[in-house]
């Protein structure tokens, strides 16, 4: 276990919140909220035999929110001084009063209750800013020229990013945290070039991680580099010599490499209540989910069962409380295939609350970083595994005619989250039940209903991953927020397959 930064510590943030606080309760405010963080980021990235970049930042400064007459008002500074945080508060309650004739909808919280002197820090061993640079670089050096030594790969990628946020809240009803996360993202990427001016590329699958520096040692429990980076010359020697697929429907078996992010754009974000209800609709569209179909829209087969999880050990989207002092929880989204909740702030809690038959948020507001208001954000949205112990093999067993689909690459989805297509980093064809060879070339199309109502079964808890991202964007000003899904690996039948080669033309 891990305590909070004595840095962030040593921080005024009592007084600063208690100043602010003061000011716009003096101001009128029925609501105010005070957030102070400190963020810091590392950034590496090593191309074939030399470092190609090493950066470093920090991010400090406080934000104040209110409620005043029914509205919203935000503000935010970095000089942290009593002065200042007076300042910013009565600027916050001044944006409020401007923002008031324009507001049809006056804004109501849903009660949380108190939650007074709370920590939380994340589960991770060892803190990657106490390493030195100089043993990280070793590591990703190491790994590129492992790799430029085959004589299948040409050219190596290798890059890092550790993020650690500390981050103080206190509201006027009294709930005051302190919280601390790290989170890291690593990925090598091997080039094989060919005498006709092609190339091919393949990447490893290691998933961004609520982990700290012993993500990148191994050992037990960690991502298993060796043999990633030991398959990885062979794997794009394969692939650069597949055959390219013939369109047509397949059976498909989805690693949790490549459905996670399938998870994330075709359940995640149509999920997201304010998307639904068409807050969230200028900035990557709205969604086909709507709020009419609670309970009854069958989004997919009865073997779905969808979580949202603000709480799962080492995901992205974990926190102890979000950014509206919430502590944070587990619930249903999809059950036995049927649409039965949605992730909501307090906001959206006390506005739909009967509808959804939910008396509290779910925990799922958070700001990017001191200078953004919190908006409703993703939380770990996971699809679950089978109770049985049902092995990738197993699901592959039950395919005559198919595809077996591993890593993400590129995606295309609608802005109502509906029509999509998905490639991914390797693809193996599947006859009788084995694997016969990998191909290329494949991107797999459907609409979200039809793909999710397609799945057969699920693999079980041993096939499960939490796979994600660092950079999931909304809102405008635009925000970016990390978060993980996890699945287990997955059988679909009869899904459109696309060859990417001839539908571009080429």
């Not at 010599?241 to 996670?260: C, H, M, Q, R, T």
């Not at 079964?457 to 925000?479: D, E, R």
């Amino acid at each position: 276990m891990h305590s909070v930064d004595e840095v962030f510590l040593a921080l005024p943030r009592r007084a600063l919140a208690d100043a602010a606080l003061g000011a716009a309760s003096a101001l009128g405010a029925e609501h105010a909220d005070f957030r102070l963080e400190r963020i810091r980021t590392e950034r590496l990235s090593w191309r074939d035999d030399a470092l190609e970049n090493a950066s470093d930042g920090t991010t400090l400064g406080f934000a104040v929110r209110v409620v005043h007459d029914g509205t919203y008002g935000f503000a935010a500074g970095t000089t942290l001084t009593a002065e200042e945080a007076v300042r910013v508060a009565r600027e916050a309650v001044a944006v409020a009063q401007v923002a008031r004739p324009l507001n049809a909808e006056p804004v109501v919280l849903a009660a949380e209750p108190v939650h007074a002197a709370a920590t939380w820090v994340s589960a991770y061993e060892v803190d990657p800013f106490t390493v030195p640079r100089a043993e990280k670089l070793e590591v990703l050096g190491g790994w590129a020229r492992r790799l430029l030594a085959s004589d299948h790969v040409d050219h190596v990628d290798v890059g890092a990013d550790f993020v650690k946020e500390a981050k103080y809240y206190l509201d006027t009803k009294g709930t005051e945290t302190t919280q601390q996360r790290i989170r890291t993202q690593g990925a090598v990427e091997a080039t094989r070039l060919d005498p006709t001016g092609g190339f091919e590329g393949m990447r490893t699958l290691a998933p961004p991680v609520g982990r700290g520096w012993e993500h990148y040692a191994g050992g037990v429990g960690q991502y298993d580099w060796e043999s990633d980076l030991a398959e990885l010359p062979e794997l794009v020697a394969e692939k650069a010599k597949a055959s390219s697929v013939e369109p047509g429907a397949y059976d498909l078996v989805i690693d949790p490499s490549n459905l996670w992010l399938t998870i994330h754009e075709s359940i995640g974000h149509a999920t997201e209540l304010d998307r639904a209800l068409g807050y969230e609709a200028a900035y990557a569209g709205t969604s086909f989910a709507t709020l009419d179909q609670l309970g009854t829209l069958q989004y997919g087969s009865p073997v779905m069962h969808v979580t949202g999880d603000r709480t799962a050990e080492h995901g992205l989207a974990t926190v102890g409380y979000d950014d509206e002092g919430v502590a944070t929880r587990q619930w249903d989204i999809v059950s036995a295939g049927r649409l039965v909740g949605y992730q909501l702030d307090r906001r959206m809690a006390a506005a739909y609350g009967d509808v959804l038959g939910v008396d509290r948020s779910n925990g799922c507001a958070f700001a990017d970083s001191p200078g953004h208001v919190p908006v409703q954000r993703m939380a770990n949205v996971s699809l679950q595994p089978a109770a049985a112990d049902v092995s990738t093999q197993d699901l592959i067993g039950q395919v005559e005619r198919g595809i077996y689909v591993i890593g993400d690459k590129s995606w295309s989805i609608d802005m109502q989250r509906y029509n999509f297509q998905f490639t991914g980093q390797r693809f193996y064809e599947i006859r009788g039940g084995r694997l016969v060879g990998m191909l290329r070339d494949v991107a797999y199309q459907a609409t979200t209903t039809e793909f999710w109502n397609s799945m057969e079964a699920v693999g079980g808890a041993a096939t499960y991953v939490l796979g994600g991202a660092f950079n999931c964007g909304k809102a405008q000003p635009g925000q970016i927020a990390p978060v993980s899904h996890g699945c287990p690996s997955a059988l679909f039948r009869g899904v459109n397959i696309l060859n990417t080669q001839r539908e571009g033309g080429r």
